[in-house]
């Protein structure tokens, strides 16, 4: 009698736990625990301007999993000089913290644009999935070996890298692992080149410098012709040396690089700077430069700050020094061509070919008539079409004409007088 209850309390049990597994539905394969840490960024690259390094990366957008949304608070950027990068569980050790990249939690950053944080996120945020450049700048400390533990050995290069790494955090502070690696060699600078100044005329200005390494540097490194030797000489076999290579190889060429001073206050929205949001400096040239010299297009009126930097074996030396250049327009457009007389009762009418210039202003008709020793001003203020009538003739008298384009300019310049034609009013 004592057993009863307890086989009682015992179906009991069983009941409910069949009944709980029973209201779950049917049984499915096992399923890994959810993880929330950040997947790795395996998108890192690193380009180098002088002593400045620019590094681009992308914010991871899912979890290690592939799940979304990403828990990511966060990425550090680390840096570290040697012939070979510390290992995968060192850099934090070993490394330099170069940047943080502080991210907005993806619920902030639903519905906005991958590339720019919601207004409402902390300030300098960035958002999952977007695009983040951020500046290191080599210091003395920097251009030396790191700290390692691990000796070095024959196999070892001679030159030093300075590698990168990004490692996300989660926001309960948990490291992603690790991902791709971004790298590129020490060697020497390329000396800036020298003594930029500008000249420009209508349409270009035009830039020059000493080339870098001054006329020296022109000379040696272009290769002298071979020496013909007018006699045999024997001479013993001598060994190739070590080639170094941190050493610059290959010819000088140089980057164009313009700034534009801008005089108008930038709307607040667009002058939020984001401490990830640097972009490298873009050349103005499309491929490098031989020659220490280029053009650029002139805008009158605008000042443009130009600098140079001179390239050798891949790597980029520091600017030279910024010179400013506001162009100013004192060229009068081109001499109206075409000018022809048609003469219609009571009057004469004129006709010519239109002008080209994009600031031209209109034309002032000239008309030297009965008793006038030169010619004098018609219109008071400049036309804009190519055609005029004059129907202040008298009939029977002649008149001579011609035409004046005048630019827009605040002082206008004005070109000087189309060929000269007449006719007699009828």
Do not use: H
Not at 396 to 407: E, F, L, N, P, S
Request: one cysteine or more; hydrophobic letters at 40%.
């Amino acid at each position: 009698m004592t057993i009863r209850p307890t086989r009682r309390l015992a179906a009991a049990g069983a009941l409910v736990f069949a009944l709980a597994v029973g209201g779950c539905g049917k049984k499915g394969a096992p399923q890994p625990p959810f993880v929330r840490i950040p997947a790795a960024v395996d998108s890192i690259t690193a380009a180098r301007f002088g002593n400045r390094i620019y590094l681009t990366l992308t914010v991871p957008a899912a979890n290690v999993d592939m799940s979304v949304p990403v828990d990511i608070a966060r990425v550090e950027v680390y840096g570290y000089t040697g012939t070979i990068p510390p290992s995968t569980v060192r850099w934090v050790e070993l490394g330099d913290l170069v940047a943080t990249v502080p991210v907005v939690a993806p619920s902030t950053a639903a519905g906005t644009s991958p590339s720019v944080a919601p207004v409402d996120a902390a300030p300098d945020s960035a958002s999952p999935g977007a695009v983040a450049t951020l500046v290191d700048v080599l210091e003395p400390g920097e251009l030396v070996q790191g700290r390692s533990l691990a000796p070095a050995t024959a196999s070892t290069p001679a030159a030093l890298r300075r590698f990168y790494i990004a490692i996300p955090f989660s926001s309960r502070g948990r490291p992603g692992p690790p991902g791709k690696v971004a790298e590129l060699p020490l060697t020497a600078l390329p000396e800036p080149p020298t003594d930029l100044s500008a000249t420009y005329n209508a349409t270009s200005v035009s830039l020059t410098w000493e080339p870098s390494g001054g006329l020296l540097g022109f000379l040696f490194e272009r290769r002298l012709p071979e020496e013909i030797v007018p006699f045999d000489v024997l001479e013993p076999a001598r060994p190739t040396p070590a080639q170094d290579v941190s050493a610059l190889v290959g010819p000088t060429t140089y980057q164009v690089y313009r700034d534009e001073v801008r005089r108008e206050p930038v709307a607040p929205a667009v002058a939020r700077s984001l401490s990830w949001g640097v972009a490298p400096p873009a050349a103005l040239n499309p491929t490098p430069l031989s020659m220490a010299s280029a053009t650029d297009a002139i805008d009158f009126g605008l000042e443009r700050c130009y600098t140079v930097r001179a390239q050798r074996g891949g790597v980029l030396s520091e600017p030279s020094q910024p010179l400013c250049v506001t162009p100013v327009d004192r060229f009068p457009p081109a001499p109206p061509a075409g000018l022809a007389a048609v003469p219609s009762e009571g009057a004469i009418n004129l006709i010519w070919e239109p002008n080209t210039e994009s600031d031209l202003g209109g034309y002032l008709i000239l008309r030297r008539g009965p008793g006038d020793a030169t010619l004098r001003q018609l219109t008071n203020m400049p036309i804009t079409d190519a055609r005029y009538r004059d129907g202040t003739v008298e009939s029977g008298m002649r008149y001579t004409y011609a035409v004046v384009a005048v630019d827009s300019q605040p002082t206008p310049n004005a070109s000087a007088p189309s060929a000269a034609v007449e006719d007699v009013a009828r």
